[in-house]
């Protein structure tokens, strides 16, 4: 049975406030995903929140959500909206927060032949491009993100929105380099980069698979070093006056190029 809270000062509505702050989410294992298309999609992959807050949720999917969470054992709390804004950060707060148990996946477990395509984003910064970037992953079928380095975390509330549901549906590793290379060496694995430097064309290379797409940070791009560990360094045409393209941007065009190159064999 869903029980009801409706005081600011309750334990639990600040416990799970906290979780808007990275110290909390890693101290506490937790993270929150907010709205019910993303709690639906969440559903749909097979995981459930631990927690539910919402304020009388009436739409159909909600309420078999709610269902289903009953039926897990998972804890359902009704409370207000302003409860849910406190929550969530926001003004105009979606009508569900759910509290999830972080989706880390170790690099040891990850299976490289269960797809063709994998992301590795190195000290990624902005949460826009975290999500935006896990969008374009399940749209092409794409493995995983690997997060490489310093990057943005993966379940802040900005990077859980931008996902719109893709979080659940990509697996998510972090690592620092030294620790991904070593992987990467231990088996089949193309690493590709973009560069300035580059002086082949992104469509010009008939890509291997699996295929690592090495994207690098949002301003300085990728170290010298990196760079130079890439089976191959390719760039985009950039016939205006800039000189690069957005991160998730370039991503998106690369994981599309890698995808077709595979329709087109198959």
């Known amino acids: 049975m869903a029980r009801e809270i409706t005081g600011f000062s309750n334990p639990l509505v ?4 906290s979780l808007r702050e990275k110290k909390y989410r890693k101290a506490e294992g937790l993270f929150l995903a907010e709205g019910l298309r993303i709690l639906t ?7 459930l929140p631990e927690m539910l807050f919402h304020a009388g949720a009436t739409h159909p999917l909600a309420l078999e959500l709610i269902d289903a969470i009953e039926a897990a054992g ?14 969530s950060g926001k003004d105009n707060a979606q009508a569900l927060v759910g509290v999830y148990r972080d989706r880390l996946t170790p ?12 992301i590795v984003a190195q000290s990624l910064r902005d949460p826009g491009n975290l999500g935006t970037i896990l969008r374009t992953g399940d749209a092409v079928g794409a493995g995983g993100l690997i997060l490489i380095d310093d990057c943005v975390d993966p ?20 690592a ?9 060496r231990g088996g089949a694995g193309q690493l590709i980069g973009t560069s300035l430097k580059a002086t082949q064309d992104y469509q010009e290379p008939a ?7 090495l994207v690098g940070n949002e301003a300085q791009g990728l170290p010298a070093d990196y760079e130079a560990q890439c089976d191959l360094l390719v760039k985009m045409p950039m016939r205006g006056k800039a000189d690069s393209l957005n991160a998730a941007v370039a991503t998106a065009v690369m994981a599309y190029e890698l995808l077709n190159q595979r329709r087109k064999t198959s």
Not at 14 to 17: A, I, N, T
Not at 41 to 47: D, P, S
Not at 207 to 213: C, D, I, M
């Open 107 to 118: 690099l040891a477990a990850l299976d490289r032949s269960s797809a063709d395509i994998w």
């Open 14 to 17: 600040k416990r799970v406030r």
């Open 176 to 184: 620092r380099w030294e620790e991904f290379l070593p992987w990467l």
């Open 207 to 213: 890509y291997q698979s699996p295929s690592f797409l």
């Open 41 to 47: 999609e969440a559903r749909e992959e097979g995981v």
């Open 155 to 174: 379940f802040s509330v900005e990077s859980v929105r931008a996902s719109m549901g893709a979080l659940f549906t990509q697996s998510i590793t972090q």
């Open 74 to 87: 998972g804890d359902v709390i009704v409370t207000t909206p302003d409860i849910l804004s406190k929550i």
